[in-house]
Protein backbone atom coordinates (compact mmCIF):
# COMPACT_ATOMS: atom_id res chain seq x y z
CA UNK A 1 0.00 0.00 0.00
CA UNK A 2 0.75 3.37 -0.51
CA UNK A 3 2.03 6.20 2.15
CA UNK A 4 -0.03 9.43 1.78
CA UNK A 5 0.51 12.47 3.40
CA UNK A 6 -1.96 15.56 3.76
CA UNK A 7 -1.42 19.10 3.98
CA UNK A 8 -2.40 21.07 6.23
CA UNK A 9 -4.02 18.62 8.56
CA UNK A 10 -6.36 21.13 9.66
CA UNK A 11 -6.92 24.62 9.40
CA UNK A 12 -9.87 27.69 10.36
CA UNK A 13 -10.72 29.56 7.52
CA UNK A 14 -12.75 32.83 7.29
CA UNK A 15 -15.18 32.99 4.46
CA UNK A 16 -14.53 34.39 1.18
CA UNK A 17 -10.68 33.11 1.45
CA UNK A 18 -9.49 30.40 -0.37
CA UNK A 19 -7.27 27.33 1.18
CA UNK A 20 -5.12 24.96 -0.93
CA UNK A 21 -5.01 21.36 0.49
CA UNK A 22 -1.68 19.07 -0.53
CA UNK A 23 -1.24 15.32 -1.02
CA UNK A 24 1.57 13.67 -1.48
CA UNK A 25 2.43 10.20 -2.06
CA UNK A 26 5.30 8.25 -1.18
CA UNK A 27 5.46 6.42 -4.79
CA UNK A 28 3.96 6.98 -8.23
CA UNK A 29 0.24 6.07 -8.53
CA UNK A 30 -1.85 5.08 -11.22
CA UNK A 31 -5.09 7.36 -9.84
CA UNK A 32 -6.03 10.29 -7.40
CA UNK A 33 -8.70 11.14 -6.16
CA UNK A 34 -10.04 13.93 -3.46
CA UNK A 35 -13.17 13.10 -1.55
CA UNK A 36 -15.56 15.62 0.71
CA UNK A 37 -16.88 14.25 4.06
CA UNK A 38 -19.30 16.25 5.43
CA UNK A 39 -20.15 16.53 9.29
CA UNK A 40 -21.11 13.56 10.21
CA UNK A 41 -22.03 12.78 6.41
CA UNK A 42 -20.28 10.21 4.14
CA UNK A 43 -17.77 10.56 1.78
CA UNK A 44 -18.36 12.04 -1.77
CA UNK A 45 -16.01 12.21 -5.07
CA UNK A 46 -15.27 15.60 -5.74
CA UNK A 47 -13.08 14.60 -8.84
CA UNK A 48 -10.47 12.34 -9.85
CA UNK A 49 -6.74 14.58 -10.61
CA UNK A 50 -5.29 13.19 -13.65
CA UNK A 51 -1.84 13.70 -14.28
CA UNK A 52 -1.25 16.58 -16.63
CA UNK A 53 -4.76 17.66 -17.70
CA UNK A 54 -7.83 18.62 -16.78
CA UNK A 55 -9.08 17.15 -13.52
CA UNK A 56 -12.46 15.07 -14.10
CA UNK A 57 -15.13 16.92 -11.83
CA UNK A 58 -18.13 14.83 -10.48
CA UNK A 59 -21.75 16.06 -10.72
CA UNK A 60 -21.82 19.34 -8.47
CA UNK A 61 -18.97 20.40 -8.69
CA UNK A 62 -17.04 22.59 -10.50
CA UNK A 63 -13.14 23.88 -11.45
CA UNK A 64 -13.91 27.39 -10.83
CA UNK A 65 -14.99 26.05 -6.75
CA UNK A 66 -12.37 23.37 -6.30
CA UNK A 67 -9.18 23.78 -8.64
CA UNK A 68 -7.16 20.88 -9.07
CA UNK A 69 -3.23 20.21 -9.98
CA UNK A 70 -1.60 16.68 -10.80
CA UNK A 71 1.75 18.15 -11.80
CA UNK A 72 3.08 14.16 -11.35
CA UNK A 73 2.48 11.02 -10.41
CA UNK A 74 2.89 11.47 -6.35
CA UNK A 75 1.37 15.16 -5.91
CA UNK A 76 -1.82 16.64 -6.12
CA UNK A 77 -3.58 20.23 -4.60
CA UNK A 78 -7.15 20.76 -4.03
CA UNK A 79 -7.77 24.64 -3.88
CA UNK A 80 -11.12 25.45 -1.71
CA UNK A 81 -12.23 28.82 -3.37
CA UNK A 82 -14.17 31.42 -1.97
CA UNK A 83 -15.14 29.41 1.32
CA UNK A 84 -18.35 29.30 2.99
CA UNK A 85 -19.31 28.03 6.23
CA UNK A 86 -21.08 25.54 3.94
CA UNK A 87 -17.51 24.22 2.76
CA UNK A 88 -16.64 23.04 6.35
CA UNK A 89 -15.97 19.34 5.77
CA UNK A 90 -13.00 16.83 5.65
CA UNK A 91 -11.10 16.93 2.31
CA UNK A 92 -9.25 13.30 2.07
CA UNK A 93 -7.55 12.63 -1.29
CA UNK A 94 -6.95 9.01 -2.01
CA UNK A 95 -4.65 6.26 -4.66
CA UNK A 96 -4.67 3.79 -7.00
CA UNK A 97 -1.88 1.47 -6.31
CA UNK A 98 -2.29 -0.89 -9.72
CA UNK A 99 -5.33 -2.54 -7.76
CA UNK A 100 -8.59 -1.67 -7.57
CA UNK A 101 -8.61 -0.74 -4.12
CA UNK A 102 -8.28 3.03 -2.80
CA UNK A 103 -5.99 4.14 -0.18
CA UNK A 104 -6.55 7.17 2.20
CA UNK A 105 -4.65 10.27 3.49
CA UNK A 106 -5.48 11.07 6.80
CA UNK A 107 -7.63 14.29 5.51
CA UNK A 108 -7.44 17.92 6.35
CA UNK A 109 -9.90 19.30 8.72
CA UNK A 110 -11.58 22.33 7.44
CA UNK A 111 -13.47 24.84 9.48
CA UNK A 112 -15.03 27.83 7.90
CA UNK A 113 -15.98 31.18 9.86
CA UNK B 1 -26.39 4.94 -11.45
CA UNK B 2 -24.91 2.79 -8.31
CA UNK B 3 -25.66 2.96 -4.91
CA UNK B 4 -24.95 1.45 -1.49
CA UNK B 5 -27.30 1.02 1.35
CA UNK B 6 -25.91 -0.03 4.83
CA UNK B 7 -27.50 -0.36 8.40
CA UNK B 8 -28.24 2.94 10.13
CA UNK B 9 -26.60 3.58 13.24
CA UNK B 10 -25.77 4.09 15.87
CA UNK B 11 -24.97 0.31 16.86
CA UNK B 12 -24.03 -0.62 20.49
CA UNK B 13 -22.13 -3.55 21.33
CA UNK B 14 -21.13 -4.81 24.93
CA UNK B 15 -17.49 -6.36 24.24
CA UNK B 16 -17.27 -10.06 22.63
CA UNK B 17 -20.89 -9.59 21.15
CA UNK B 18 -21.37 -10.73 17.75
CA UNK B 19 -21.52 -7.86 15.48
CA UNK B 20 -23.21 -7.68 11.77
CA UNK B 21 -23.45 -5.08 9.57
CA UNK B 22 -25.80 -4.97 6.70
CA UNK B 23 -25.10 -3.92 3.17
CA UNK B 24 -26.75 -4.00 -0.01
CA UNK B 25 -25.85 -2.49 -3.14
CA UNK B 26 -27.45 -1.69 -6.70
CA UNK B 27 -25.16 -1.77 -9.62
CA UNK B 28 -25.35 -1.77 -12.84
CA UNK B 29 -22.49 -4.74 -14.09
CA UNK B 30 -20.58 -6.29 -11.40
CA UNK B 31 -18.77 -4.58 -9.01
CA UNK B 32 -15.63 -4.80 -6.44
CA UNK B 33 -16.98 -4.65 -3.34
CA UNK B 34 -14.92 -3.12 0.02
CA UNK B 35 -15.17 -2.35 3.56
CA UNK B 36 -13.63 0.70 5.25
CA UNK B 37 -12.88 1.59 8.71
CA UNK B 38 -12.48 4.84 10.23
CA UNK B 39 -11.29 5.42 13.79
CA UNK B 40 -12.37 8.40 15.82
CA UNK B 41 -10.23 11.42 14.42
CA UNK B 42 -8.36 9.67 11.17
CA UNK B 43 -8.96 9.11 7.97
CA UNK B 44 -9.92 5.92 6.81
CA UNK B 45 -8.47 2.39 6.56
CA UNK B 46 -9.22 -0.29 3.73
CA UNK B 47 -10.76 -3.00 6.20
CA UNK B 48 -11.55 -6.03 3.40
CA UNK B 49 -12.52 -6.54 0.07
CA UNK B 50 -14.44 -8.75 -2.58
CA UNK B 51 -13.57 -8.65 -5.92
CA UNK B 52 -16.45 -11.42 -7.36
CA UNK B 53 -19.43 -13.26 -6.30
CA UNK B 54 -18.78 -15.72 -3.64
CA UNK B 55 -15.11 -14.25 -2.30
CA UNK B 56 -14.90 -13.77 1.48
CA UNK B 57 -12.93 -11.03 2.57
CA UNK B 58 -11.15 -11.12 5.71
CA UNK B 59 -9.13 -8.96 8.00
CA UNK B 60 -8.32 -8.55 11.69
CA UNK B 61 -11.39 -10.51 12.16
CA UNK B 62 -13.74 -8.96 10.23
CA UNK B 63 -15.45 -11.21 7.19
CA UNK B 64 -17.78 -10.16 4.52
CA UNK B 65 -19.05 -12.30 1.84
CA UNK B 66 -19.71 -11.42 -1.50
CA UNK B 67 -23.55 -12.84 -2.83
CA UNK B 68 -24.23 -11.76 -6.20
CA UNK B 69 -27.86 -13.58 -5.43
CA UNK B 70 -28.88 -11.29 -2.43
CA UNK B 71 -26.05 -8.16 -3.69
CA UNK B 72 -25.16 -8.07 -0.54
CA UNK B 73 -21.82 -7.89 1.43
CA UNK B 74 -22.42 -7.91 5.19
CA UNK B 75 -20.22 -7.10 7.60
CA UNK B 76 -19.50 -9.77 10.58
CA UNK B 77 -16.77 -10.25 13.62
CA UNK B 78 -17.90 -12.88 16.28
CA UNK B 79 -16.44 -11.37 18.79
CA UNK B 80 -16.23 -7.07 18.95
CA UNK B 81 -13.28 -5.37 21.01
CA UNK B 82 -13.18 -1.68 22.95
CA UNK B 83 -10.53 -0.74 19.45
CA UNK B 84 -13.62 -1.75 17.02
CA UNK B 85 -15.49 1.46 18.13
CA UNK B 86 -15.18 3.17 14.87
CA UNK B 87 -17.46 4.11 11.65
CA UNK B 88 -17.68 1.70 9.14
CA UNK B 89 -18.55 2.21 5.70
CA UNK B 90 -19.31 0.11 2.91
CA UNK B 91 -18.64 0.75 -0.91
CA UNK B 92 -18.10 -0.90 -4.09
CA UNK B 93 -16.68 0.55 -7.30
CA UNK B 94 -17.12 -0.87 -10.83
CA UNK B 95 -15.19 -0.32 -14.28
CA UNK B 96 -11.57 0.91 -15.02
CA UNK B 97 -12.55 4.34 -13.50
CA UNK B 98 -12.14 2.76 -10.19
CA UNK B 99 -14.43 5.48 -8.36
CA UNK B 100 -15.93 4.44 -5.19
CA UNK B 101 -19.70 4.70 -4.02
CA UNK B 102 -19.88 4.98 -0.29
CA UNK B 103 -22.77 3.94 1.65
CA UNK B 104 -23.94 6.72 4.62
CA UNK B 105 -21.41 4.67 7.68
CA UNK B 106 -22.43 3.09 10.55
CA UNK B 107 -20.93 4.18 14.00
CA UNK B 108 -19.70 1.21 15.91
CA UNK B 109 -19.61 1.75 19.71
CA UNK B 110 -17.93 -1.45 21.65
CA UNK B 111 -18.57 -0.61 25.78
CA UNK B 112 -16.71 -2.74 27.94
Known amino acids: SAVISQKPSRDICQRGTSLTIQCQVDSQVTMMFWYRQQPGQSLTLIAT?????????ESGFVIDKFPISRPNLTFSTLTVSNMSPEDSSIYLC??????????FGPGTRLTVL | GNSVTQMEGPVTLSEEAFLTINCTYT??????LFWYVQYPGEGLQLLLK?????DKGSNKGFEATYRKETTSFHLEKGSVQVSDSAVYFCALSEGSNYKLTFGKGTLLTVNP
Open chain 1, 94 to 103: SVTAGGNEQF
Open chain 1, 49 to 57: ANQGSEATY
Open chain 2, 27 to 32: ATGYPS
Open chain 2, 50 to 54: ATKAD
